[in-house]
């Protein structure tokens, strides 16, 4: 019984200790306070406080009463490490470009191919995180 016991405890020891290693969590979802109108995948949406959630290859960009899907590459970056929405400002329109959650990860939102040919980059705005 005594041997039983102490297996048990062996066994238990090294699951302890990793539970109490602090690993920086990367968050799935960050928000931000957008001051200005922007656009998502053709959808303008007003200004205001908004989540964007990484969704496998999906960003849910939801607001209190709009909202859209865009579908995204992975980014990953080891400058990167604030979480932020990027924004690329042509004109008074501003396209959001990028959603970076933190610790280098983020997400580039995809354009279609005539977008792409057709705007030159404009200037980049960053929204931090709240």
């Known amino acids: 019984m005594r041997s039983l016991i102490l297996s048990g405890l062996a066994a238990a020891i090294p699951v302890a200790v990793l539970a109490l290693i602090p690993v920086p969590?990367?968050?799935?979802a960050i928000e931000c306070q957008i001051p200005f109108s922007f656009v998502v995948r053709g959808k303008t949406l007003?200004?205001?406080r908004y989540r964007f959630s990484d969704e496998s290859q999906a960003l849910l960009v939801r607001g209190y009463s709009n909202g859209a899907v865009v579908l995204t590459n992975r980014l990953e970056s080891r400058t990167e490490n604030e979480?932020?929405?990027?924004f690329e400002k042509d004109g008074d329109e501003y396209i959001l470009k990028e959603t970076w959650m933190g610790e280098g990860v983020g997400r580039e939102l995809l354009r279609p191919r005539t977008d792409r040919e057709r705007r030159t980059q404009g200037e980049l705005v960053t929204v931090p995180a709240l």
């Open 25 to 28: 969590a990367r968050a799935d």
């Open 46 to 48: 007003p200004p205001g």
């Open 83 to 86: 979480a932020k929405a990027v």
